[in-house]
T-cell receptor, first 116, second 111 residues
C-alpha cells in the first residue's frame, strides 16, 4: 500500500505543451511538497502546501502551478513546457507544517519528465 | 543555507560499518543536520537527524562533533541494499521544511 504515489511515472512531451503530474498521499499528513531533481542530481524544493494552503513558493517560473483539491492531493500543472523543464519531479508529505525539526518528509517514487 | 561538503563516493564491504562524513563548518546554532538517502530511481528516504547530541535509531547512528562543524553517519552493518546516494543536509530555518539536497555521497556496498 503505497504511502505517497505519483502518476505518471514517465512523461514524454513536446515543447509548448501543458501537462500535469498528480500526487496522492494516504498517510493523513497535513503538508505536501514538490521537489525538482535536475540532470546534475540536485534536488530542490519548489512548493509546499499545508491543509490546501501554499506555504512555500520558491523561485520557480509561474508556468508551474500547484493545485491542491484536498489535503491528500497536490498536483503540479506545467504550462508551455520548455526543454529545461526536463527533470525528475518528486512529491513528498509530512505530518506537520514543516516548522518543527522532527517533521520527517516521505517522498514519492518520482515522475521523470522529458521535454522534446 | 549552511553548505555541506561530502566525499563524492565511498566503498564499503558488506557486513562492515559504513562511516559517511559531512562537513558543515558554517552551521548556525538553530540548524539541524539531516541525513537522507536515495536508492537508484527511487525517492529520497529519511534516515536520521540531530542538533548537537549524538542520535541513534533502527537505521543508523549520527555523531555530531562538539563544535558542530562536522558529522558522521554510521551504518553499523552495511548490506547490499544500503547502496545509495547519501545526502547530508543542514536546514537553514531550523525546521524540516525547505530541504536542499546537494550531490551527496554515493555509497557502494560490495560483497
Amino acid at each position: 500500500d503505497t504511502a505517497v504515489s505519483q502518476t505518471p511515472k514517465y512523461l514524454v512531451t513536446q515543447m509548448g505543451n501543458d501537462k500535469s503530474i498528480k500526487c496522492e498521499q494516504n498517510l493523513g499528513h497535513d503538508t505536501m511538497y514538490w521537489y525538482k531533481q535536475d540532470s546534475k542530481k540536485f534536488l530542490k524544493i519548489m512548493f509546499s502546501y499545508n491543509n490546501k494552503e501554499l506555504i512555500i513558493n520558491e523561485t520557480v517560473p509561474n508556468r508551474f502551478s500547484p493545485k491542491s483539491p484536498d489535503k491528500a492531493h497536490l498536483n503540479l500543472h506545467i504550462n508551455s513546457l520548455e526543454l529545461g523543464d526536463s527533470a525528475v519531479y518528486f512529491c513528498a508529505s509530512s505530518h506537520g507544517d514543516g516548522s518543527e525539526p522532527d517533521d520527517t518528509q516521505y517522498f514519492g517514487p518520482g515522475t521523470r519528465l522529458t521535454v522534446l | 543555507d549552511a553548505k555541506t561538503t561530502q566525499p563524492p563516493s565511498m566503498d564499503c564491504a558488506e557486513g562492515r560499518a559504513a562511516n559517511l562524513p559531512c562537513n558543515h563548518s558554517t552551521i548556525s546554532g538553530n540548524e539541524y543536520v539531516y541525513w537522507y538517502r536515495q536508492i537508484h530511481s527511487q525517492g529520497p528516504q529519511y534516515i536520521i537527524h540531530g542538533l548537537k547530541n549524538n542520535e541513534t535509531n533502527e537505521m543508523a547512528s549520527l555523531i555530531i562533533t562538539e563544535d558542530r562543524k562536522s558529522s558522521t553517519l554510521i551504518l553499523p552493518h552495511a548490506t547490499l541494499r544500503d547502496t545509495a546516494v547519501y545526502y547530508c543536509i543542514v536546514s537553514f530555518t531550523g525546521t524540516a521544511s525547505k530541504l536542499t539536497f546537494g550531490t551527496g555521497t554515493r555509497l557502494q556496498v560490495t560483497l
